[in-house]
């Protein structure tokens, strides 16, 4: 029995990083490259989701593009509520779900019968129409041109995907051209059987170098073995600056309120200035957003009212609600108070996934994955799934890791002078414009 290892790592940082260059599939039509994976499912009680008919879609934007857009949304939420339902109250939690849906994509690709079932349904594949999801990579395409190829000066979004195959193991032809035309992910063989650990420090070294030295160390010691076959890595990096930046000066110690714990204090800053501001009193919610420059990204924090428990917010959330409160946001004067902050999350998604419903991936004996390699009884599964990411903020830049959704610590209740004071358990959003 042979497994496969998959790795997200994400970062919001300062530095250099150049994208990995795809020439063709950003201008393509889907004629032009097929990207036909071995297997195709379609839901036969296809749960569209009926507001997408509604939905006003930008005129720039491909409809299948934000199609699956929303789709990823959809899983994020999902995940996220999956995800901090174990999480202990006072724990910091980061994650970038875009990361994790193209790595699955990518596994996707060489998915049949019910592990390709479970893999639409967890990650919301199967919500799309058909037309999206028989060319869903192709669109993932597509959406990652959005994501990462738009020229900005201002900032910096770039994303790097990498194929690690034990050499002595002959790969799929079409799951390697796919993977590196439409991903970006090009295969390195490696010589997994024999020097596990050097193929360990060559990928914890890409992985390092992709994300300016800020993640390291992703795969742990042991984990690569003579029955690794492959390891899938996504990586994402981010360099912005707020388009408002928080003056220096302004930095501030003030108590800041954990949820079962005594206040701490924390450098915090503060900034008076117009933003996008909505108070959503049927949710108890704030909701700020605070734009980086170029206008194309922003950060959302959701502040819950006062004696609201954050846990009460998150059992509310879908991806539909964030959407509405998204559209409810109002250009008005503001006061401002952000706590400085930087976090490190690091763990397993297996668990999670399988409780979500994604059971068969993970199963030696179910599996089913005929795509990725040519031994048809290679019996090829996934054995884990690591994500690890890197977030920082300071005074006038961020620095964080994919497009994710996290939380932090706050305290405020709406106030006659429009204040936004951020001193208690919170929820962070990256967004971006389409």
Avoid at 289 to 308: A, H, K, R, S
Avoid at 400 to 405: A, E, G, H, K
Wanted: net charge neutral; proline share 6%.
């Amino acid at each position: 029995m042979q497994f496969l290892i998959l790795c997200f790592f994400c970062l919001w940082s300062t530095g250099t990083t150049k994208p990995h260059s795809v020439q063709d599939i950003c201008t393509a039509k889907p004629k032009d490259i097929p990207v036909n994976p071995v297997c195709i499912y379609r839901n036969p009680e296809k749960k569209l989701q009926e507001e997408a008919d509604h939905e006003k879609i930008p005129t720039s934007t491909n409809p299948r593009v934000w199609e699956l857009s929303k789709a990823n949304s959809r899983f994020a939420v999902l995940l996220y509520k999956n995800l901090t339902n174990a999480r202990d109250d006072n724990e910091n939690f980061f994650m970038s779900p875009i990361s994790i849906s193209t790595a699955f994509a990518m596994t996707k690709l060489g998915a049949c019968g019910t592990t390709l079932q479970q893999l639409m349904t967890v990650f919301q594949f199967d919500t799309i129409s058909e037309k999206t999801s028989d060319q869903i990579h192709f669109f993932f395409a597509k959406l990652n041109c959005r994501l990462y190829k738009k020229v900005n000066k201002s900032s910096e979004l770039v994303s790097a995907n990498r194929l690690f195959g034990e050499k002595s193991l002959k790969f799929n032809e079409t799951y390697q051209n796919i993977s590196e035309v439409v991903y970006g992910a090009k295969l390195w063989p490696l010589n997994f059987k024999e020097k596990p650990e050097l193929s360990r420090g060559i990928i914890n070294d890409w992985v390092a170098n992709k994300t300016e030295k800020r993640i390291t160390n992703v795969i742990p010691e042991g984990v690569i073995d003579e029955f690794t076959v492959m390891i899938l890595i996504n990586t994402i990096y981010f360099k912005g600056h707020w388009k408002s930046k928080f003056p220096l000066e302004n930095t501030r110690a003030e108590p800041f309120f954990r949820a079962t714990a005594e206040p701490c204090v924390v450098p915090t800053m503060y900034q008076e200035m117009t933003f996008r501001y909505a108070s959503i009193a049927s949710a108890k919610v704030q909701v700020l957003e605070l734009p980086y420059q170029g206008d194309d990204l922003t950060m959302v924090f959701i502040l819950p009212y006062l004696n609201t428990p954050l846990a009460q917010v998150e059992q509310q959330l879908t991806a539909e609600k964030l959407e509405s409160w998204f559209r409810a946001l109002k250009e008005v004067s503001l006061s401002v108070h952000l706590p400085r902050f930087k976090i490190e999350s690091s763990f397993s998604l297996k668990e999670k996934l399988q409780e979500m419903g994604l059971r068969d991936l993970f199963s030696p004996e179910r599996a089913s994955l005929p795509g990725i390699v040519e031994d048809p009884e290679a019996g090829l599964y996934v054995s884990e799934v690591f994500h690890k990411a890197f977030l920082e903020t300071c005074s006038h830049t961020l620095i964080p890791d994919q497009i994710y959704v996290q939380m932090s610590n706050n305290k405020t209740s709406p106030s006659e002078t429009m204040e936004f004071h951020a001193v208690q358990l919170q929820l962070w959003l990256i967004k971006y414009f389409l």
